[in-house]
């Protein structure tokens, strides 16, 4: 949890002995916030979000199958058990690409990847679905289980729900907070374009669609 205080005063002294940043929250609107840095100053940041980021193209694969299908009207993610297809089980990963440009420079504040999930194969806790950092070129037209490209999971985000099998877990947007993945497509130290995903749950396949990230960034950072 990170720090934050109600009052510049209290802030600036908090920053200036534990070396960190520190959010005013008595001084934050929904537009704007202040923050006591460690040297004594502050700083204002003027955020210009929330942006929502429509995935730009995706596509999944499957050991299952030597074809990839792009742009389908669903993103399948995980690994089921058994399978006539795959006797040994299956797996299957889903990649999405989104277009950054609005963000490009921009100092993130929050950002969170939503994807509605309808197909979970039960209700019980897996290891969850993953959604990590592609750090290597990828074309979702040639994309298949064979030419998967790497990824890195320095800043992966798992998600444990499960949605979509019965009543007792129905279908339900699922969310990933990937403040450090979007902050690196921001900055320029990502490999080209934003690409997330890779979801592998021990519990069966899920079926995910409506994919967005909603961005919420300071227009003037530094």
Request: contains cysteine; glycine residues 8%.
């Amino acid at each position: 949890m990170g720090l934050s205080v109600v009052d510049k005063a209290s802030a600036s002294t908090l920053a200036r002995t534990s070396g960190k940043e520190v959010p005013v929250d008595g001084a934050t609107t929904p537009s704007s916030r202040t923050v006591a840095l460690p040297d004594g100053s502050f700083r204002l940041e003027v955020t210009s979000g929330p942006t929502s980021l429509q995935a730009a193209t995706d596509v999944w694969t499957s050991s299952a199958a030597s074809a990839a299908r792009q742009e389908s009207d669903v993103l399948k993610v995980g690994h089921k058990a058994h399978a006539p297809k795959c006797p040994e089980g299956c797996t299957a990963r889903s990649y999405l690409k989104f277009a950054d440009s609005s963000i490009v420079g921009k100092q993130i504040l929050d950002a969170d990847l939503w994807l509605y999930s309808w197909g979970a194969s039960s209700c019980a806790e897996g290891t969850g679905l993953q959604v990590s950092r592609v750090t290597g070129e990828w074309d979702a037209a040639a994309l298949t289980w064979s030419t998967q490209p790497p990824a890195t999971t320095a800043d992966a985000v798992t998600n444990r729900e499960r949605h979509g099998h019965s009543a007792a877990c129905p279908a339900a947007y699922m969310s990933w907070d990937i403040d450090s993945i979007v902050s690196a497509w921001a900055s320029g130290t990502a490999c080209g374009s934003p690409r997330p995903t890779r979801a592998t749950p021990t519990r069966g396949p899920s079926s995910t669609r409506r994919t967005s990230i909603r961005a919420r960034t300071n227009a003037n950072p530094g």
